[in-house]
């Protein structure tokens, strides 16, 4: 390998090692960012369960995940309770099992829906 040669690769990898430090900025933004989505997103849910609680302190929480719900219209802290899930759903969270907790869109979610009808 002559001398050319070696120049030639050495700015080559030097180059390489350019743009590999560029990505490595770009990823630790990115992973900056993500573990920021994450504490938010931990925290929204921190702060969904703590309603959650508030919102239905006598039934099974275990009520929301399952498909079939019975409303027991002859227990008053039901009623409450779906007033209250009402007001989230409003406020623009999903109450529905499928995502229940989640930001949601503009547009009604048939699941949320569902449990109004
Ligand atoms: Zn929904």
């Known amino acids: ?31 900056v960012q993500l573990v920021e989505e994450n504490h938010q997103l931990a925290h929204e849910n921190h702060h969904l369960r703590q309603r959650l609680d508030d919102l239905t302190p006598d039934s099974n929480q275990q009520e929301f995940k399952t498909k079939d719900q019975h409303k027991d219209s002859n227990d008053p ?27 949601r869109e503009e547009e009604d979610c048939i699941f949320c829906l569902k449990f109004f009808g």
């Not at 070696?6 to 430090?21: A, I």
């Not at 007001?87 to 995502?99: A, K, L, P």
């Open 1 to 31: 390998m002559n001398k050319k040669e070696m120049l030639e690769r050495f700015s080559l990898l030097e180059k390489r090692f350019q743009e590999l430090q560029e990505d490595f900025v770009t990823i630790k933004k990115d992973l």
């Open 77 to 103: 802290s039901i009623g409450e309770g779906y007033d209250n899930l009402a007001r989230i759903y409003e406020e623009g969270f999903h109450i529905c099992h499928v995502y229940f907790g989640t930001p």
